[in-house]
T-cell receptor, first 111, second 115 residues
């Protein structure tokens, strides 16, 4: 899975399967986390966010899970579609500081 | 709805030349940011501005300068470009409610190549 500052990992899934993208964040004081999606040649787009007082948050076909004990964040995409192929970034936000982005995970959806 | 507009989309530049990347937002967001994106390194913050008239340094500010004369515009200047500044540059804005950076809205990027 992804960690802030490491190389770009890749994940390939079959269309229709569920995808899980992982992220290890570094700052135990971070209390706000965001997932972004970046399609080729475009700017990142917001997917979903979660605050540290929550363990889970659901959106449309996406779920973010937060485990503060091990400083781990995951993004689950249900019924993955070809349009989900992109690079996914997690970002952590410590209080009164700027967002720090991870290096991203390349998701490829196979037909 | 335009959101964030960046210009130019792409530019090839000789080393030593001065270059300004332009960024304009129409969402009346207080905060604006400049990031550079390099493969394997994700998005790294260059400079930011929490409100018009103020700026701050990010993670990789050296060789870059910014100004924030008004709410809408946040240009990034490379005074004397070097090849290591070859990258894709993204401008972003946010409505900094809640004391956090919050959701960032990104432009489409400016690809800069310094030869």
């Amino acid at each position: 899975g992804e960690s802030v500052g490491l190389h770009l990992p890749t994940l390939s899934v079959q269309e229709g399967d569920n995808s899980i993208i992982n992220c290890a964040y570094s700052n135990s004081a971070s209390d706000y986390f965001i997932w972004y999606k970046q399609e080729s040649g475009k700017g990142p787009q917001f997917i979903i966010d979660i605050r540290s007082n929550m363990d889970k948050r659901q959106g449309q076909r996406v779920t973010v899970l937060l485990n503060k004990t091990v400083k781990h964040l995951s993004l689950q995409i249900a019924a993955t579609q070809p349009g989900d192929s992109a690079v996914y970034f997690c970002a952590e936000n410590p209080p009164a500081r700027q967002l720090t982005f991870g290096s991203g995970t390349q998701l490829t959806v196979l037909p | 709805i335009a959101g964030i507009t960046q210009a130019p989309t792409s530019q090839i530049l000789a080393a030593g030349r001065r270059m300004t990347l332009r960024c304009t937002q129409d969402m009346r967001h207080n905060a604006m940011y400049w990031y550079r994106q390099d493969l394997g390194l994700g998005l790294r913050l260059i400079h930011y501005s929490n409100t018009a008239g103020t700026t701050g340094k990010g993670e990789v500010p050296d060789g870059y300068s910014v100004s924030r004369a008004n709410t809408d515009d946040f240009p990034l200047t490379l005074a004397s470009a070097v090849p290591s500044q070859t990258s894709v540059y993204f401008c972003a804005s946010s409505d900094t409610a809640g004391g956090h950076t919050g959701e960032l809205f990104f432009g489409e990027g400016s690809r800069l190549t310094v030869l």
